[in-house]
């Protein structure tokens, strides 16, 4: 089983439309979570981090279910210019205190439409 | 403020052939990472340096090496290239591990075995 998973897509939508992604994670001990976006051909950029108290940032809005080990994003209102690949990301903490590794979903793609 | 370089941006080698990647943190950053991301797959963590060692690692064979220099600076080696090495090589910096801290991605370097 993959440690995280996410719906690869494609989501394929109309402008002005909600869109939510869902992901999965399967290390209960994962610590912090994130969404990252990767244009085509380009690096991944925070999009935003995740917390169980859910948390919006403009027209997104991330939620992380830690029971259910699930995090979801929505999109909301969509552009153009949110068509890209949204990466779904869950990071643990290492004995000792230290900050693990990033363990990144396949990505779902997003492609808004006029 | 300077983000996170990398070099080459692109790069083909042949099978057997060793690579060297190269990746300047963004300014204040002390950590690398590096990733592997094949062709529609998810970053991939092969390993960690801080202090000048490497500090994590993931699965990856020991063909894989690298190296972090005194001003934060750090090398990816590949040795003994296989086609299954084409990827994009991705470096994230950020702030000692021992700390949450986002992980900022540079551009990437392109390689392509054939």
């Known amino acids: 089983r993959k440690e995280v998973e996410q719906d690869p897509g494609p989501f394929n939508v109309p402008e002005g439309a909600t869109v939510a992604f869902n992901c999965t994670y399967s290390?209960?001990?994962?610590?912090?979570f994130f969404w990252y976006r990767q244009d085509c051909r380009k690096e991944p950029k925070l999009l935003m981090s995740v917390y169980s108290s859910g948390n919006e940032d403009g027209r997104f809005t991330a939620q992380l279910n830690r029971a259910s080990q699930y995090i979801s994003l929505l999109i909301r209102d969509s552009k153009l210019s949110d068509s890209a690949t949204y990466l779904c990301?869950?990071?643990?903490?290492?004995?000792?205190?230290?900050?693990?590794?990033?363990?990144f979903g396949k990505g779902t793609k997003l492609s808004v439409k006029p | 403020d300077a983000g996170v370089t990398q070099s080459p941006t692109h790069l083909i080698k042949t099978r057997g052939q060793q690579v060297t990647l190269r990746c300047s943190p963004k300014?204040?950053?002390?950590?690398v990472s590096w990733y592997q991301q094949a062709l529609g797959q998810g970053p991939q963590f092969i390993f960690q340096?801080?202090?000048?060692?490497?500090?994590q690692r993931g699965n990856f064979p020991d063909r894989f090496s690298g190296h972090q220099f005194p001003n934060y600076s750090s090398e990816l080696n590949v040795n003994a290239l296989l086609l299954g090495d084409s990827a994009l090589y991705l470096c994230a910096s950020s702030l000692a591990p021992t700390r949450s801290d986002t992980q900022y991605f540079g551009p990437g370097t392109r390689l392509t075995v054939l």
């Open positions: 340096y801080y202090e000048e060692e490497e500090r």
């Open positions: 290390n209960s001990a994962s610590q912090s």
């Open positions: 990301v869950a990071q643990g903490w290492n004995y000792g205190g230290s900050q693990g590794n990033l363990i």
């Open positions: 300014s204040g950053h002390d950590t």
